[in-house]
């Protein structure tokens, strides 16, 4: 939990770098929305990787299959 309430204030003070209104609520919306652009970048970046994965599996599984009719 400390780490997580770590994370969540060096996104705040960020947001108060880029954006210094010193309007807490505006602060916090803005660390929120950057918190769900990373998450939702990290999500398409395991989402293409895992397209990759079962697409080498379907190669490797298709190469065993001939490999073994070919014994």
Known sequence: MARLASYV????????????TGDMLRLAVLAALNV????????????????????RAGELERM????????
Request: overall charge negative; some cysteine.
């Open 9 to 20: 204030d060096e996104k705040m003070r960020a947001a108060a770098d880029s954006a210094p």
């Open 36 to 55: 769900a652009d990373e998450l939702f970048r990290c999500r398409a970046v395991n989402h293409a990787r895992d397209g990759e994965l079962a697409e």
């Open 64 to 71: 065993l299959d001939r490999i073994l009719m070919a014994s």
